[in-house]
Antibody
Framework: EVQLVESGGGLIQPGGSLRLSCAAS????????MSWVRQAPGKGLEWVSV???????YYADSVKGRFTISRDDSKNTVSLQMNSLRAEDTAMYYC????????WGQGTLVTVSS | EIVMTQSPATLSVSPGERATLSCRAS??????LAWYQQKPGQAPRLLIY???TRATGIPARFSGSGSGTEFTLTISSLQSEDFAVYYC????????FGQGTKVEIK
């Protein structure tokens, strides 16, 4: 059974850093396109970042230069390192599998506030 | 960036009735269009991909159509569990999502 479990969210002050993880089971992350999508409270979905099976990465303009996506093939996980956090980064962060997002995790909440 | 525009923002429908949701892309996305359903407190669930192919386990009452810039999601006979927010997404050029259509009970 395919499963994605995010962790690492929490309350962080503006300017701080946080690292989110997405643990996958039932498939191999290195063979898939893996993405992070976020959803601010009461708002819609926003694509954040993607890592291709070959390792190439891309970012939304809103996070470019501040967030870094990576993958640990030995642990079958995908991570999102978030630096220089801003209030507008407050959101539920989901990881999703595939170029058409057929599986999603339950999300991890990031709150950026002083 | 490809902008996705959904209409209407809210759709009030009685159980058993048909619901038609629209999605327009600011430039062509070919058939690289997906629809998701999201219920409160839950992650989105893939319903349709390739504009018209139902994902695994999705009931036949959900159907998608369109190509290029104009797309439609139809729910033929609304069940109680279908009241939710629906998002379209293009995956032709990165990902962008529409702002969502809330389907509520009339």
């Amino acid at each position: 059974e395919v499963q994605l479990v995010e962790s690492g969210g929490g309350l962080i002050q503006p300017g701080g850093s946080l690292r989110l993880s997405c643990a996958a089971s039932g498939f191999t992350v290195s063979s898939n396109y893996m993405s992070w999508v976020r959803q601010a409270p009461g708002k819609g979905l926003e694509w954040v970042s993607v890592i291709y099976s070959g390792g190439t990465t891309y970012y939304a303009d809103s996070v470019k230069g501040r967030f870094t996506i990576s993958r640990d093939d030995s642990k079958n996980t995908v991570s999102l390192q978030m630096n220089s956090l801003r209030a507008e980064d407050t959101a539920m962060y989901y990881c999703a599998r595939g170029y058409r997002a057929d599986y999603w995790g339950q999300g991890t909440l990031v709150t950026v506030s002083s | 960036e490809i902008v996705m525009t959904q209409s209407p923002a809210t759709l009030s429908v009685s159980p058993g009735e048909r619901a038609t949701l629209s999605c327009r892309a600011s430039q062509t996305v070919s058939s690289s269009l997906a629809w998701y359903q999201q219920k409160p407190g839950q992650a989105p669930r893939l319903l349709i991909y390739g504009a018209s192919t139902r994902a695994t386990g999705i009931p036949a009452r959900f159907s998608g159509s369109g190509s290029g810039t104009e797309f439609t999601l139809t729910i033929s006979s609304l069940q109680s569990e279908d009241f939710a927010v629906y998002y379209c997404q293009q995956y032709n050029n990165w990902w962008t999502f529409g702002q969502g259509t809330k389907v509520e009970i009339k």
